[in-house]
T-cell receptor, first 113, second 114 residues
């Protein structure tokens, strides 16, 4: 019962470095999302995907890129990390119906120094 | 545009008190879906309830109950006889009928003291 798995769980980056966060789900969900959580701001949508090969911008997409080459995987990339990207990142997935809840991964705590 | 407001940033109660978490949403659509999630100190997000806009019936699940009122665009969450294990951040969220995004409120931190 893996559900949604995020890799890594923790990471410290230096400003300007790049990295990729991996999200994998084993529920055959069509929709996948990347959110960031910052104190007092709730969860803000970065990018999302409604199916394999498709991606779309969310509320705060700048500085991030995503790819959905396989249905079960959704990658979030930071090309040149900035301290403002220090946050907790959550991946989520759901069935395609609007009346369905999203299932979340355990989160990735990223610190950019 | 869709928006969710959780005006209570933080609430502290003593164990066994009842507590209500407020959620007010904005949308122009007639069909939409509302959700509540719990984030305990361990950090994961746990789904609690889903409600669609055509179902205004209140729901009770054990010590939890939800009051959905379309007239005031509110979907409030009440915990009866609170327990220390209820301490968490609670998020309200909204999804539109033809949208793919799940929009969250800022969350309410609930602290239950023994």
């Amino acid at each position: 019962n893996a559900g949604v798995t995020q890799t890594p769980k923790f990471r410290v980056l230096k400003t300007g470095q790049s990295m990729t966060l991996l999200c994998a789900q084993d529920m055959n969900h069509e929709y996948m999302y990347w959110y960031r959580q910052d104190p007092g701001m709730g969860l803000r949508l970065i990018h999302y995907s409604v199916g394999e090969g498709t991606t779309a911008k969310g509320e705060v997409p700048d500085g991030y890129n995503v790819s959905r080459l396989k249905k079960q995987n959704f990658l979030l990339g930071l090309e040149s990390a900035a301290p403002s990207q220090t946050s907790v990142y959550f991946c989520a997935s759901s069935y395609s119906g609007q009346n369905t809840e999203a299932f979340f991964g355990q989160g990735t705590r990223l610190t950019v120094v | 545009a869709q928006k969710v407001t959780q005006a209570q940033t933080e609430i502290s109660v003593v164990e066994k008190e009842d507590v209500t978490l407020d959620c007010v949403y904005e949308t122009r659509d007639t069909t939409y879906y509302l959700f509540w999630y719990k984030q305990p100190p361990s950090g994961e997000l746990v789904f609690l309830i889903r409600r669609n806009s055509f179902d205004e019936q209140n729901e009770i699940s054990g010590r939890y109950s939800w009051n959905f009122q379309k007239s005031t665009s509110s979907f409030n969450f009440t915990i009866t006889a609170s327990q220390v294990v209820d301490s968490a951040v609670y998020f309200c969220a909204l999804r539109m009928e033809y949208g793919n995004k799940l929009v969250f409120g800022a969350g309410t931190i609930l602290r239950v003291k023994s």
